[in-house]
């Protein structure tokens, strides 16, 4: 959803609410990572109690204006909806937006006051998987103290584009959830770390990813090249007066690509090509996020790879090769890229944004054991290879959804009580 | 249709950040954690059920109607049917159903152990019987197992095993009043209520002779006879049994406005609490049922389609509404629209005219047909389609409004 589609009015959201068909043990539930009761809040809609239904989705996700508004439904709960067996899922995440903006209109529900059951916990990074685990710490009583080197929101209040989530939408959340446990804005470096480590009964490290993985590419240093977390953090600061020129050029292939593509088109760029190797199968992208770059303009190239960045000083395009998907498979199981000899050309460019992926920023992150995809490793309780330590959202399985990082947040929280309880 | 496989996770249970309010007040000697009441009906027949429908936050549970020992029950299956309307499903239920096959012994049983295991809940059982030492024997026994009230069915409309068969007792005004006597009589502990049928000429009458009988309060009312439909092709109406069908007592949606009507005729005329139920499924329902008179608000139709989870949404959306009318108690509520219903002559005469705001006009012209066939053809048709009222010919007879498919787009105001 972006800001130009409009939030329902009370008459839709209860039209649609009325189709819901009010499964028993919904799909829909048990597909939202964060288990949101959706039969519950929308048949809430449906009888008029607004108020109720928001209180359902907030007691299970604390990002609720934020999910309502970008959630992936088509991944989530709508690719379950039982409706659409006889015509069309539930507009759910329309729903649920309907209900927590509604809420957030007028004034928050009063919340019950939290039980104090002693111990205090360090969460550091205020994305959504540490404003997640910070809050459900808090409803089970726990003291919690949130590090982050900048302000709270994370990747959403960071690099998710303006057009897509709005700052009022994203403070809304926040001004409701900030005062259940004390900010501090501080960077958590390596050494600072082993202080909490002493002063806390446990840490939950929400770090996030936040490092441009480089193409490593001759040219990628020539002005005018921008790895793409650098490029969307710059254009929601900078809004309308960044300049990108009239041709970009953005390497990618997945969601991130698509919210910088579209972001450049919005900037005034003429002309926006988003390059990728493989073809549009094989994109690991949101439906939603593929539309809106479309009808922003931006053209896709499948099937071409980047060879080269090249100008003097200030880049002016990007070498490409053709490719042809071989037989073989990599391990995510997609068929493996193979570059034509032959087929180079270049693509002018007065702005190249690379968008390859991420790694963690965080230093602290070597003390830990890793995965092999280079996360931090954790077991099922979400503790990591250090004891009392436990972590969770992107930096435990790499770029994901929003929703994914508040659940990691919520149940590494559970996990983290039971222990806490046990421990004198 | 290829679906996402679901896989069902480690769900821990959700904890509750919001405070529930109390919702609880007096009403007929007894404390009520709340408005809502399991209605005597399937759901409330066997033990587990009930059990669960407690222990979801119902305030209390009134057994499916009981006899005496030896009463044959004789069931027809399929006993259910439904009127659906304009896509939507169970507007209104009909059922063939009859009193509950537990004989007295089982629901003595059934009280007392629900009363132990809930001893703040509601336990109610309703009984039906012929002759007088049956009613006041069922009466004496359900006391004893601890009831907290006695509900005496005087109106199942489908089949009667009364002396009587063929006719509601609550449709004999002498009748009802003797019975109702019987009853009382018996009752040494618990309140009695005298459960009417709004099947009939005056409710009115019959409410007076239930007073008369010094019974404790009336429950208004029961379902209404109905006949579901008829199959066009086979001419067998609903429910169909083998080729044969009766009628049905029919709830739900459907039967609400007509409930609301009999509730607020009693509680106009006659000084004694009453029981709502039929035709309420959510928290606004309970709302007017309370306005017009009702102290609790029996549910059964809208459990039997949604389960008790709607438990859940009665309660918040009662707490939020009462908040936002800054009410202390449900009581704040009890008989408010009660002065604002008049007879027809007490009506203000004022000259009323349709408008209707342009700017949410969706130029459907449904106003506009209506008008033209049902009304006054005072609304005109426009080259821009958003239709105009004719302020001469309109009489404000408010059919625009209603048709409109936009909230609030037409509306009735004083034309000055």
Redesign the interface.
């Known amino acids: 959803m972006t800001n130009d589609q409009i939030q329902m009015t009370n008459q839709q959201a209860r039209v649609e609410a009325e189709r819901c068909l009010q499964c028993f043990d919904a799909p829909c539930v048990q597909a939202c990572p964060t288990h949101i009761q959706i039969p519950t809040f929308i048949s809430m809609i449906k009888s008029g109690n607004i108020r109720g239904a928001a209180e359902v989705v907030k007691t299970s996700n604390a990002m609720a204006n934020v999910c309502g508004k970008i959630c992936p439904e088509e991944v989530y709960c709508q690719s379950v909806c039982n409706r659409a067996n006889e015509d069309t899922p539930i507009q759910i995440r329309e729903l649920h937006f309907y209900a927590t903006q509604s809420e957030a209109r007028k004034k928050f529900s009063q919340v019950k006051p939290f039980p104090k059951s002693g111990k205090q916990v360090a969460v550091i990074g205020g994305g959504p998987t540490g404003i997640g685990c910070a809050f459900e710490l808090a409803k089970l009583g726990r003291e919690v103290t949130l590090f982050d080197r900048k302000v709270l929101g994370g990747v959403p209040k960071n690099s998710i584009p303006s057009f897509r989530l709005t700052e009022n939408e994203l403070q809304d959340d926040l001004k409701f959830l900030s005062t259940y446990f004390s900010v501090k804005k501080e960077e958590i470096t390596d050494v600072k770390f082993s202080q909490l480590k002493n002063k806390f009964d446990a840490i939950y490290l929400g770090v996030g990813l936040g490092k441009d993985r480089p193409l490593g590419l001759k040219g990628e240093n020539l002005s005018g090249v921008y790895p793409v977390l650098k490029f969307l953090e710059a254009a929601k600061v900078k809004q309308k007066k960044m300049s990108v020129g009239k041709k970009v050029v953005v390497v990618g292939g997945g969601n991130v690509s698509l919210d910088a593509a579209a972001t450049a088109k919005r900037l005034g760029a003429f002309e926006v090509i988003l390059i990728y190797r493989r073809s549009e199968a094989e994109m690991k992208v949101w439906k939603s996020e593929l539309e809106e770059a479309r009808k922003q303009g931006v053209e896709i190239r499948f099937m071409t790879n980047p060879l080269e960045i090249v100008g003097t000083k200030k880049v002016s395009g990007i070498k490409c090769r053709r490719t042809t998907l071989s037989k073989k498979k990599d391990e995510s199981g997609r068929p493996i890229p193979v570059e034509v000899k032959g087929s180079d050309f270049i693509l002018e460019a007065d702005t190249v944004i690379i968008a390859i992926g991420q790694s963690i920023a965080s230093d602290i992150v070597n003390r830990f054991k890793r995965n092999s995809k280079g996360f931090i490793a954790v077991d099922k309780n979400y503790q990591t290879s250090m004891k009392s330590v436990f972590a969770g959202g992107d930096a435990i399985s790499g770029e994901g959804t929003i929703v994914q990082s508040v659940a990691h947040g919520k149940q590494a929280a559970h996990a983290i009580h039971k222990i806490l309880a046990g421990k004198k | ?1 290829k ?2 496989k ?4 480690n ?2 249970s ?6 529930q309010r109390d919702l609880s007040y007096d009403f007929l000697g007894l404390h009520w954690e709340n408005p809502f009441i399991l209605a005597a009906a399937p759901s409330t027949d066997e033990l587990d059920i009930v059990r669960r429908g407690l222990q979801m936050g119902w305030a209390g549970a009134i057994l499916k109607t009981t006899s005496i020992e030896g009463n044959i029950v004789d069931l027809a299956y399929p006993m259910m049917s439904t009127f659906n309307h304009d896509g ?1 499903k169970l507007f209104g239920m009909g059922n063939i159903d009859l009193i509950s096959e537990h004989h007295i012994d089982k629901v003595e049983y059934n009280v007392r152990k629900l009363k132990k295991e809930f001893p703040e809940k509601i336990i109610a059982a309703s009984i039906m019987a012929g002759r007088k030492e049956d009613w006041q024997r069922l009466v004496e026994r359900l006391e004893k197992a601890g009831v907290d009230f006695i509900e005496c069915s005087f109106s199942c409309p489908q089949g009667n095993i009364g002396e009587d068969p063929g006719k509601m007792l609550a449709q004999s005004i002498s009748a009802t009043e003797l019975t109702a006597k019987w009853v009382k009589e018996a009752a040494r502990r618990v309140p009695v209520s005298i459960k009417i049928t709004p099947h009939v000429t005056d409710i009115v009458d019959v409410a007076k002779a239930v007073k008369r009988s010094g019974a404790d309060a009336l429950t208004a009312a029961n379902s209404l006879q109905a006949l579901m439909g008829v199959d066009i092709k086979t001419f067998v109406p609903y429910p169909q049994l083998n080729g044969k069908s009766t009628y049905s007592g029919m709830t739900g949606p459907a039967i609400k406005p007509l409930t609301l009507r009999t509730i607020s005729e009693i509680a106009r005329n006659v000084d004694i609490p009453i029981l709502g139920t039929g035709g309420a499924s ?3 329902d309970a709302v007017e049922f309370m306005a017009v008179g009702a102290g609790v608000v029996q549910y059964c139709t809208a459990v039997m389609h ?2 008790f ?2 438990i ?2 009665l309660k ?2 009662m ?3 009462l908040d936002e009318m800054k009410f202390k108690s449900v009581k704040d509520i009890y008989r408010k629209a009660l002065p604002h219903i008049a007879t027809h002559d007490e009506l203000p005469r004022r000259k009323i005219r349709s408008h209707i705001n342009e700017a949410t006009c969706i130029q459907c012209e449904a106003c506009y047909l209506a008008c033209r066939d049902g009304g006054h053809m005072a609304i005109d048709r426009n080259p821009n389609r958003i239709p105009k009222v004719d302020w001469e010919r309109c009489v404000g007879c408010g059919l625009c409004e209603h048709v409109c498919p ?2 609030g787009c037409i509306e009735m105001k004083v034309f000055k």
Do not use: A, L, N, Q
């Open positions: 249709m679906k996402s679901v896989v069902s996770e769900i821990y959700e904890i509750p950040i919001y405070p939507k959510t928290w606004s949604y389960g989870r709607i859940d949404d918040s959306g707490s939020h509404y936009v909230d």
